[in-house]
């Protein structure tokens, strides 16, 4: 490998602010086995430089570079970045950007089937010999020492070669891999992807994007779920396909589950959630090795037919088994639609989730919204001194572009909600509209429902409305056509997260209305974290906060980045909330790098 020093990678001709002392942080946190938490805005150009930093000690060292992002759309700024380098250096550097099986698969007409469906199918078709892009030729050692990415595909497409199959033999001398969260902190995949790539974490580099999401997606991973469908669905595969002894005490059984589940639909639509006792399901559940054994045995069944699904009372099983396995989980009932769903899911993370995070050679954790150290370690179960935690807090280069302003007279507190408060913070909204020039007013709203009962007393037009099953790329193309819009957005949804509307370099949301302060709705689950993070910090208001206060700063500041995404933007940002006064909430903004500015309600309505 060449030595490259960092302005060797860097392919720009001038370093940003703030940049070179993230690539010199990272190079520094790999070389001392440490865990590095980066915050530093969004659209500021964190990327680079932390790839920089991590293939400078992996040139020095040997390292793999392991690149969690949490969505596929997100694969693609490392992979632009790495493309960028590579024009740049003499010796290429290759990297490979993992997707699943049925996403590589060239056999078109498999791409249809349910996931699970098509595992078993392709590992049929494996086993017979009648795929026939597997196996791979012994023609591709030759291309070991290709720069892979989207090359793999066009390799694979030539050669009639399985594109998974490609992915793994060339990953093998890949500097780079870009893959999901869950091939990492899913620990059942995460057996199957160490050992099929052969990754020693010891040897290699994490880094993880988005990392202000990790807490809340490793707790979806664990979570498991039980639905009244698959009881009932589960009953007719047994009696169609299962003759053992149990038959008769398991429907049973499952017929009690069922009826319970069924009693908690008037509950559970009453009041959203349910806390549920361990006690009914405990005595009620047949044992998870019972379970598993009457699941193969119909799978079994299910492939005599070339059926290759998994079997309901697989579903069920795997409910059970982390019931029994994990008794220190939270049991609750959700609503979905009309009816409850019980779901359990982690108080805390067992060690072996967060395993890689330790373990790995460095692991570096980077964000525009990264919470409070604490908080943030607290919800891993990090300890800060043991894991040798450092953090890296970098405020916006562009934040004095933004005019920061807390309104009084308002609030979306929920004893205050109703229609007198719902038409003044329209008042408000309509002022804001009216006086802005063109561009885009995006307003944000705490959730769809409080967004709905707002709009009934919105008079300013045209409006676009975030809808939950809204796709980024209509709302943009829609905002487009028209010089000045009013754009309603939820916190937490996708157009807060993920949207960006320019005209040639520029933003054109010009003005952000944070429309009630964002903070989360409370749940079984925020209770019990609120209890949890009491204990470990040892102090329940500054908990409370963490809980309740920073997720909804980070709302606010990930609202903010999509109106600056360059040197050029400039935007107004309003916070229609006194709640925002709070100390806590100002040192959070101002550690962002933001000056808020506090007005009251009647000035904004002159």
Not at 76 to 82: C, F, I, K, S
Not at 224 to 245: C, F, N, Q, T, V
């Amino acid at each position: 490998m060449h030595m490259y020093d960092f302005n060797d990678l860097f392919p720009y001709k001038k370093w940003r602010q703030g940049q070179l002392q993230i690539a010199h942080s990272v190079y520094n946190s790999i070389i001392e086995r440490k865990i590095l938490l980066i915050n530093y805005p969004t659209g500021a150009g964190k990327t680079l430089p932390v790839l920089i930093g991590a293939l400078k000690a992996s040139f020095e060292n040997g390292y793999k570079i392991i690149y969690l992002a949490r969505t596929k759309n997100q694969f693609q700024a490392p992979q632009r970045e790495l493309e960028k380098i590579n024009k740049k250096i003499k010796e290429k550097i290759n990297f490979v950007l993992l997707y699943n099986r049925q996403e590589l698969c060239l056999q078109k007409n498999l791409q249809k089937l349910p996931y699970e469906e098509f595992i078993g199918f392709c590992a049929f078709l494996r086993k017979e010999g009648k795929c026939k892009y597997y196996p791979l030729s012994s023609r591709l050692s030759d291309s070991n020492n290709m720069q892979c990415g989207d090359e793999i595909m066009n390799l694979a497409e030539s050669g009639d070669y399985c594109p998974y199959e490609l992915t793994k033999l060339l990953s093998k001398n890949a500097l780079v891999m870009i893959l999901a969260y869950n091939y990492i902190f899913d620990p059942r995949i995460r057996e199957i992807f160490t050992r099929d790539f052969n990754v020693k974490f010891e040897r290699s580099i994490l880094i993880i994007d988005e990392a202000h999401n990790l807490p809340d997606i490793i707790r979806n991973i664990l979570t498991r779920k039980l639905r009244r469908e698959w009881i009932s669905r589960a009953i007719k595969e047994i009696k169609g396909y299962y003759r053992g002894e149990d038959r008769a005490s398991v429907i049973s059984s499952l017929r009690c589950l069922y009826s319970y589940l069924k009693s908690l639909d008037k509950k559970v639509l009453e009041k959203g959630f349910s806390v549920l006792e361990r006690d009914f399901l405990y005595n009620t559940l047949p044992s998870p090795t019972r379970l598993r054994k009457i699941g193969l045995i119909i799978e079994s069944e299910y492939k005599s037919m070339l059926l290759f699904k998994s079997s309901y009372i697989r579903r069920i099983y795997e409910f059970t088994n982390y019931f029994f396995e994990y008794p220190y989980s939270i049991l609750y009932a959700e609503r979905d639609y009309n009816y409850a769903v019980i779901k359990i899911s982690p108080i805390f993370f067992e060690q072996n989730v967060i395993k890689p995070v330790v373990e790995s050679r460095a692991t570096i954790m980077m964000s525009g919204t990264l919470p409070p150290l604490g908080y943030y370690t607290s919800l891993l179960g990090l300890d800060p001194v043991r894991s040798r935690i450092e953090e890296l807090r970098i405020p916006s280069p562009l934040s004095h572009r933004v005019k920061l302003k807390i309104v009084k007279g308002v609030s979306s507190r929920y004893v205050e909600r109703g229609e007198v408060q719902y038409r003044k913070i329209a008042q408000c909204i309509d002022a804001i509209f009216c006086k802005s020039r063109e561009g885009i007013v995006m307003t944000v709203f705490p959730s769809y429902n409080y967004m709905r009962n707002i709009r009934l007393y919105l008079k300013s037009r045209p409006l676009l409305v975030e809808r939950e099953k809204s796709r980024l790329s209509e709302v943009v193309n829609e905002a487009k056509k028209y010089e000045k819009v009013l754009l309603l957005a939820v916190a937490g949804g996708k157009m807060v997260e993920g949207i960006e509307i320019k005209r040639g370099n520029r933003s054109i949301i010009n003005v952000v209305v944070i429309a009630g302060l964002p903070i989360p709705e409370p749940s079984i689950l925020t209770k019990n974290m609120l209890e949890n993070i009491s204990v470990k910090v040892g102090n329940r208001e500054l908990a409370w906060k963490y809980v309740y206060l920073s997720p909804a700063v980070m709302r606010i500041v990930q609202a903010i980045g999509r109106s600056i995404r360059s040197k050029d933007d400039s935007s107004t940002v309003y916070i229609l909330d006194e709640r925002a006064t709070d100390e806590f909430i100002i040192s959070q903004l101002t550690r962002y790098g933001f000056v808020p500015e506090v007005v009251e309600l009647q000035a904004l309505l002159k």
